[in-house]
């Protein structure tokens, strides 16, 4: 249910800014997770404001159109390696029937390691999703929110306000 038709896809705007999105799912028989998805516009002239939004203690994902070379991969490892220190990194590529190598994962493992906890690379056909590798997907997404350090830790009240009122 997260798989957005084509003819949405196809005529959705390109993101300008930030468009945040919550994701709710169980954590456990007890509680329920919140992941605030940011999407991100990748425009070059969208990129000053990207250091107001990275930060540590985050998963970023990054996705990209297999089909097309235009992902500028190095400009997003670059900030993730320097505002979002010891994070994971999720590169995951849309084939859309097209399966034309765009990265190395070797290459930005070996650039970026010391910096970045982990990069992993995952491949999704986003026109079908009766392989069920985008289902795969979103559930790996979500054991990786959930397996971050920082989850569980209780947070002083005066956050918890804090977000309140930026949800707002």
């Known amino acids: 249910d997260y ?3 084509k003819a949405t ?3 959705k705007e390109q993101t300008v800014g ?3 999105e919550i994701l709710p799912f169980p954590f456990d028989e007890e509680r329920e997770f919140k992941a605030h998805l940011w999407d991100f516009g990748g425009h070059e002239k969208q990129y000053v ?3 107001y ?3 540590e203690r985050s998963l970023y994902v990054l996705l990209a159109h297999d ?3 235009d ?3 190095n400009y997003w490892f670059e900030i993730i390696s320097t505002l979002g220190t010891n994070c994971p990194v999720l590169v995951v590529l849309n084939e859309m029937e097209a399966k034309v190598p765009n990265i190395d994962i070797s290459l930005y493992r070996k650039e970026f390691g010391e910096k970045i ?5 995952k491949r999704v056909d986003f026109d079908n999703n009766d392989d069920g590798r985008f289902t795969n997907l979103v559930n790996e997404i979500k054991t990786k929110l959930k397996n971050l350090e920082h989850i569980g830790r209780t947070l002083p009240k005066t956050w918890v306000k804090i977000r309140e009122k930026l949800g707002e």
Do not use: C, G, W, Y
């Not at 906890?117 to 690379?121: F, L, R, S, V, Y």
């Open 3 to 5: 798989l957005p038709s």
């Open 9 to 11: 896809r196809e005529e």
């Open 18 to 20: 930030v468009n945040i």
């Open 49 to 51: 404001l990207h250091q």
């Open 53 to 55: 939004f990275f930060t």
């Open 67 to 69: 089909r097309k070379q």
């Open 71 to 73: 992902a500028n991969f």
């Open 117 to 121: 906890k982990d990069i992993e690379e």
